[in-house]
């Protein structure tokens, strides 16, 4: 079933312009907007990793994906249905190749790049299909299945959780835990994790920065 909140992640990885200005090349912006595999930081009580093939299932049901700066559709940036926007699965993760327009906010985009003012990347997406697992004391969230909705260059690669998403989130977990125990049989591991769900959703808000490799 799809979770109707719509997320966002961004993950260390550098996006770069190709493309030689002075020979006249029209530029593509390259790189990845999501890895495989790599456990993120704390968003909030939990942590998070996406699973090779979370993205496949919205890319061969051809999602109306765009590619935009900072998240702002007032700056559309490509679009996979018109070309402008290629999108991949690999065993690195979600790449992407886009041809920015010729406007002048775009090529003011492409030459901060260039200069390496701006070099990361974002995706928006709703959940499909995740698993919560106790890893070693630490509640992890995998992504299994997601519907792509956009992928962005970042200045800020930054993850942000308000309160209320951070909420919704550990407390949908909490009340799949609790429907999958018995009754007064609930085993001692859900109700140690629950615990840290609840502790977790009392928090305000989390704004955290990757490190940039």
């Known amino acids: 079933m799809k979770d109707e909140l719509m997320e966002r992640r961004s993950w260390p990885v550098r996006v770069e312009v190709r493309g030689d200005s002075a020979a006249g090349d029209s530029p593509v912006i390259e790189g990845y907007a999501a890895v495989f595999n790599e456990l993120s930081l704390d968003l909030g009580g939990f942590r998070e990793r996406i699973a090779p093939g979370a ?110 998403e951070a909420r919704a989130r550990v407390t949908s977990y909490e009340l799949r835990v609790t429907s999958e125990d018995n009754g007064e049989d609930a085993d001692i591991e859900g109700e140690r994790v629950r615990a840290r769900a609840r502790r977790a959703a009392r928090q305000r808000e989390i704004e955290i920065f990757g490190e940039v490799n």
Do not use: C
Request: hydrophobic content about 40%.
């Open 55 to 164: 993205f496949a299932r919205s890319l061969e049901d051809g999602a109306d994906v765009r590619a935009l700066w900072d998240h702002d559709s007032k700056y559309v940036l490509g679009r996979n249905r018109a070309g402008t926007l290629a999108l991949g699965e690999d065993e690195r993760g979600l790449s992407v190749a886009i041809r920015p327009p010729g406007t002048g906010w775009a090529m003011d985009l492409v030459e901060s790049m260039r200069r390496g003012d701006v070099d990361q990347m974002s995706f928006g997406f709703y959940v499909r299909e995740d698993e919560w697992r106790d890893e070693d004391g630490v509640l992890v969230r995998v992504l299994r299945d997601v519907d792509l909705f956009d992928v962005s260059v970042v200045t800020f690669p930054a993850y942000v959780q308000t309160s209320a």
